[in-house]
């Protein structure tokens, strides 16, 4: 354990404040997680699955009101309002305490407040992070026991040190409008009350990595990203490493697994994951950006994963796997989901535990699905077949390209290089999603998500965008190179142009010849945009005269983006860079 005299300070606070019956150390053992998923089963938490074929794999089924992030009740607790910014909620850090504490006094009573030590990163790591989440759920235990690395060895690498993350999180009553989850930036500090769902209790993950992490690399100089990392190998056994941000819902853990068509494939081409979610990055010695994936699993999003949408991903939820809120198969007590198949189990429990009605189900009316939509499964980065060798090692990947991208149907075109850095931090910036008829609300509204961090950027995101453009001058022609992709063009109808998926592989090809200055490009009001002879369409079922379709910049659909952006813009008062401001009168003079 430790004698780390911080630790041991807030735990007696913490104790105190909770009352617990018992406390158990979680050391990240075999033997004492095997234990924990035995009392896990007995308390009715997990429920376990057919052991022959989804070895060390369980079901967990959160309360019914508990399924998701909740963005509403999240806060960046900053000593100013300011500091946090305009997309942030914000509340004075001394009486969110008071509140939050006032919730969760006693809250441990007749439980085990579970003592989680845990590293961001692969343990002794230059770029890692340590935290420690206190819980009382047995659930988040065997989760963190997945995302992130929990060892005794933690307590080694923290020493005598301050600089490790505090999470406290307690169940309480699951009570939706007394749910909290808080962040303190200036203290290292995460608190979640009354919710048990994934991204709310699993404090590594979003709460620390990204959004107290932020702030960390604001202050620190180094960046957390909401990107997927991947290498990609080609034939000479090379491996460029690019890091994506895109909205959820647009397919980023897809993107980070990807297989390529075949024939690159028989070429040798090859996609090697090292992260689907969060980026972590620094300047190495040598100059150039050095990312690794904080997390050590998946948190993925059941509905729609397939042998054929990701097969890699599918893959990696076949041993010591936790699935929530998914469907149960009575027949041989395996899990199903949405688009997993199209053999609708007969002999079926729910999401929600009740016995489910194939004859009834209605792929339009979500309140039918067996599976949750947000459902999920924790699995081991380690049972991805196309893990990547360096995930495991401390020194991060150089990144040759950072990649940008959002669900548009019609104004990005497929795929369009930055003219510089600042170009691309604007780029970033002005980053929007459609709405898809997967959430709730309208379809097609563009919502507005820099660099995909809206939810996740712990302080002001003016200051953010000062931060990346900082980064910029720092790496200077050591800079990865910025692009933009969208993979959702459609037609007049409302069809995707773009096949998508391995064939994603035809632009990172690109993507990654214009880093190494080898492929084409014309220049036009918004970056470089390929010719269409730039895009390898080997073996695929279109034509030069589409590609150039979704390779177009139209004027007039940039014109209205460009009044979009100012708008946007206009939230982020005189903490919006000079630089963006600059880059905006650019884009319209271009398009004039
Ligand atoms: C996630 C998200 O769960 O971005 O990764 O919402
Ligand atoms: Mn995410």
Redesign the pocket.
């Known amino acids: 354990m430790t004698k780390n005299k911080t630790v041991l300070a807030w735990l007696d606070e913490m104790k105190a404040l909770l009352t617990p019956d018992n406390v158990v150390w979680v050391d990240g053992t075999d033997a004492q997680r095997d234990e924990l998923r035995r009392v896990a089963v007995e308390l009715g938490e997990l429920e376990e699955l057919n052991q022959e074929k989804l070895p060390g794999c369980y079901l967990h089924r959160t309360n019914p009101n508990d399924v998701a992030r909740v963005e509403d009740r999240t806060f960046i607790c900053t000593s100013t309002k300011e500091m946090a910014g305009p997309t942030n909620n914000w509340c004075d850090p001394k009486e969110m305490y008071e509140k939050l504490y006032n919730i969760a006094r006693g809250s441990y009573k007749g439980r085990t407040m579970y003592i989680i030590p845990y590293s961001m990163g692969p343990i002794g790591s230059p770029l890692a992070k340590i935290g420690v989440e206190i819980t009382d759920s047995v659930y988040v235990v065997l989760n963190m026991l997945i995302m992130t690395r929990v060892s005794n060895e933690v307590w080694d690498v923290l020493g005598d040190s301050n600089d490790w993350v505090r999470g406290l999180h307690s169940r309480c009553d699951v009570d939706p409008e007394k749910r909290y989850i808080c962040h303190f930036p200036e203290d290292n500090t995460i608190i979640s009350v009354n919710s048990g769902y994934g991204g709310n209790v699993l404090l590594g993950k979003k709460c620390f990595a990204l959004r107290i992490a932020s702030f960390q690399g604001w202050k620190e100089g180094w960046m957390a990203e909401?990107m997927l990392i991947l290498g990609l190998q080609n034939p000479k056994g090379e491996v460029h490493y690019i890091a994506a941000a895109f909205p959820?819902a647009c397919g980023?853990t897809n993107l980070a697994m990807l297989i390529p068509p075949e024939y690159l494939r028989k070429k040798g081409y090859k996609v090697w994951t090292v992260g689907d979610?969060i980026a972590w990055m620094r300047i190495g010695e040598d100059g150039r950006l050095y990312a690794i994936n904080p997390e050590n699993g998946f948190f993925g999003v059941a509905p729609g994963t397939n042998a054929h949408s990701n097969f890699n991903a599918l893959e990696s939820t076949k041993k010591n796997t936790i699935f929530t809120n998914v469907a149960l198969d009575l027949n041989d007590k395996t899990v199903w989901w949405e688009g997993l198949n199209k053999n609708l189990p007969e002999n079926a429990l729910d999401w929600k535990g009740n016995p489910w009605d194939p004859a009834k189900f209605n792929k339009a009316d979500k309140t039918t699905c067996a599976a949750h939509p947000n459902s999920r499964f924790t699995a081991p980065a380690e049972n991805c077949p196309c893990i990547s060798d360096e995930f495991n090692k401390g020194a991060g990947v150089p990144i040759s390209a950072i990649v940008f991208g959002g669900r548009r149907a019609k104004y990005a075109p497929l795929v369009y290089q930055s003219r510089d850095w600042e170009n691309g931090v604007f780029i970033g910036s002005a980053m929007a999603s459609e709405t898809t008829a997967a959430a709730a609300g309208a379809v097609g509204v563009v919502r507005r998500d820099p660099m995909a961090m809206l939810p996740f950027c712990g302080y002001h995101m003016g200051d953010y965008f000062r931060h990346w453009l900082e980064m910029g001058k720092k790496l200077g022609d050591k800079a990865p190179k910025i692009f933009n992709v969208n993979w959702f063009r459609t037609d007049d109808e409302g069809n995707f142009i773009w096949p998508g998926f391995g064939d994603n592989m035809r632009v990172l090809n690109w993507i990654i010849d214009r880093c190494e200055g080898k492929a084409t490009a014309s220049e036009t009001a918004i970056g470089y945009v390929p010719q269409p002879e730039d895009i390898d369409l080997t073996d695929l079922d279109m034509d030069l005269d589409t590609l150039k379709d979704i390779l177009t910049v139209d004027k007039a659909v940039w014109e209205k983006e460009a009044a979009e952006i100012e708008e946007h813009y206009k939230k982020f008062g005189d903490r919006l860079p000079q630089e963006l401001r600059d880059q905006l009168a650019t884009l319209k003079a271009n398009l004039k």
């Open positions: 909401h959820s980023k979610d």
